[in-house]
């Protein structure tokens, strides 16, 4: 992949996307404006050492919804509306490949996600007392991982999105779906132990759970670990995640329409 190519694309995509307020506004405005909220309330006690904090469950959380926001719902707006204006079908003429027209297409929304994480991060540990992130490897693998299974499942959604306006409808399965099964709302420990067990398979569970290893040492149901003890519990969410993103990419490749349906 030619990081040139990828990164001038990005910058155009970067220009459109700062010309179009309403979608700059959803993905940047409600996340910054909850983590706001959050850092405004008193701290959430933690107590238990086999649990997460009131705050740290609800930052983490915010993680997860950054990726909906930014990674998913932003980018299946923008591969709708670059397809049905005819641009994609154009980039495919020239020198760049079909991962390059969508990896570049979507740089700019991942990039705004990352930047997101990293605030919450920092602002989790400033103005809510939360550690350093234990183990930073893990923490970015969760972050990255997800955003680009995200950025698949948007390209996937796209294909049965006709117009940008129905990008409105099409995606909430998935919102609703990660929302309120992914342990972003409401804890997967709170939930019965089969029901608990499945709903760590939708796409944004082992994402939330890889940055949670990742920065607090446990996703909620043990003891915080070590640098090291994170990485063993940290093998079966990424699994999941890399199944993910093997299943969405061949998705695309099977079914991604790069011009209008005539």
């Given at each position: 992949?030619?990081?040139?190519?990828?990164?001038?694309?990005?910058?155009?995509?970067?220009?459109?996307?700062?010309?179009?307020?309403?979608?700059?506004?959803?993905?940047?405005?409600?996340?910054?404006?909850?983590?706001?909220?959050?850092?405004?309330?008193?701290?959430?006690?933690?107590?238990?050492?086999?649990?997460?904090?009131?705050?740290?469950?609800?930052?983490?959380?915010?993680?997860?919804?950054?990726?909906?926001?930014?990674?998913?719902?932003?980018?299946?707006?923008?591969?709708?509306?670059?397809?049905?204006?005819?641009v994609l079908k154009r980039l495919r003429v020239g020198e760049l490949t079909d991962a390059q027209v969508l990896?570049?297409?979507?740089?700019?929304?991942?990039?705004?996600?990352?930047?997101?994480?990293?605030?919450?991060?920092?602002?989790?540990?400033?103005?809510?007392?939360?550690?350093?992130?234990?183990?930073?490897?893990?923490?970015?693998?969760?972050?990255?991982?997800?955003?680009?299974?995200?950025?698949?499942?948007?390209?996937?959604?796209?294909?049965?999105?006709?117009?940008?306006?129905?990008?409105?409808?099409?995606?909430?399965?998935?919102?609703?779906?990660?929302?309120?099964?992914?342990?972003?709302?409401?804890?997967?420990?709170?939930?019965?132990?089969?029901?608990?067990?499945?709903?760590?398979?939708?796409?944004?569970?082992?994402?939330?759970?890889?940055?949670?290893?990742?920065?607090?040492?446990?996703?909620?149901?043990?003891?915080?670990?070590?640098?090291?003890?994170?990485?063993?519990?940290?093998?079966?969410?990424?699994?999941?995640?890399?199944?993910?993103?093997?299943?969405?990419?061949?998705?695309?490749?099977?079914?991604?329409?790069?011009?209008?349906?005539?």
């Amino acid at each position: 992949m030619s990081i040139g190519r990828i990164r001038a694309l990005g910058r155009a995509e970067l220009l459109l996307l700062w010309r179009d307020r309403m979608a700059l506004f959803n993905a940047v405005v409600p996340p910054v404006a909850i983590v706001g909220l959050a850092a405004g309330t008193p701290a959430g006690g933690g107590g238990r050492g086999d649990a997460l904090s009131g705050n740290a469950f609800l930052v983490t959380s915010l993680l997860g919804f950054v990726l909906l926001g930014a990674a998913y719902y932003t980018v299946v707006g923008t591969f709708v509306a670059r397809r049905e204006g005819l641009v994609l079908k154009r980039l495919r003429v020239g020198e760049l490949t079909d991962a390059q027209v969508l990896v570049g297409t979507a740089s700019p929304a991942i990039v705004l996600a990352l930047a997101q994480i990293v605030l919450f991060t920092a602002a989790g540990a400033v103005f809510l007392g939360l550690p350093v992130p234990v183990n930073a490897a893990v923490l970015a693998l969760g972050a990255l991982g997800g955003a680009g299974v995200f950025v698949l499942l948007a390209a996937a959604s796209a294909t049965v999105t006709r117009t940008v306006e129905l990008a409105q409808v099409t995606t909430l399965p998935v919102v609703l779906a990660c929302l309120l099964g992914s342990g972003v709302l409401i804890p997967l420990e709170a939930l019965p132990g089969p029901v608990a067990a499945v709903l760590r398979f939708l796409p944004l569970a082992p994402a939330v759970e890889l940055m949670r290893l990742g920065w607090l040492g446990t996703a909620g149901t043990g003891a915080p670990a070590d640098f090291v003890g994170v990485f063993g519990a940290a093998a079966a969410p990424a699994a999941t995640l890399a199944g993910w993103a093997v299943l969405g990419v061949v998705v695309v490749r099977r079914w991604f329409r790069w011009e209008p349906r005539r």
